[in-house]
């Protein structure tokens, strides 16, 4: 059984920045992405940035320039370095792991952690 552990949010004044963490283990198969969400009240999940085996990323634009995405592959670890941080930021961000077998795939979710960022 998959398990994720998110670490890192909290609350931070504009402009300033927190790093989070989540790490996976357990399971089977592969780690195929890492990726980290966003989602605040009223608004639809979204994707704030992914990360593949190969390193390449992705991030969507209101975050370009600001975030950075990175892994540790031994430590099955994903990371988000957010600086320059925004009020419109302030969501629950949730770590998505997709694991993939030899013939499956599946997508895990941690339970979110909280980053609120103040005006």
């Known amino acids: 059984q998959v398990q994720l552990v998110e670490s890192g949010g909290g609350l931070v004044q504009a402009g300033g920045s927190l790093r989070l963490s989540c790490v996976a283990s357990g399971g089977r198969g592969s780690i195929s992405t890492m990726g980290w969400y966003r989602q605040a009240p009223g608004n639809q999940r979204e994707l704030v940035a992914v990360?593949?085996?190969?390193?390449?990323?992705d991030y969507a634009d209101s975050v370009k320039g600001r975030f950075t995405i990175s892994r540790d592959s031994a430590k099955n670890t994903v990371y988000l370095q957010m600086n320059s941080l925004k009020p419109e930021d302030t969501a629950v961000y949730y770590c998505?792991?997709?694991?993939?077998?030899?013939?499956?795939?599946?997508?895990?979710w941690g339970q979110g952690t909280q980053v609120t960022v103040s005006s």
């Open positions: 998505n792991v997709v694991l993939t077998g030899l013939t499956w795939s599946r997508e895990y």
């Open positions: 990360i593949t085996n190969g390193d390449r990323t």
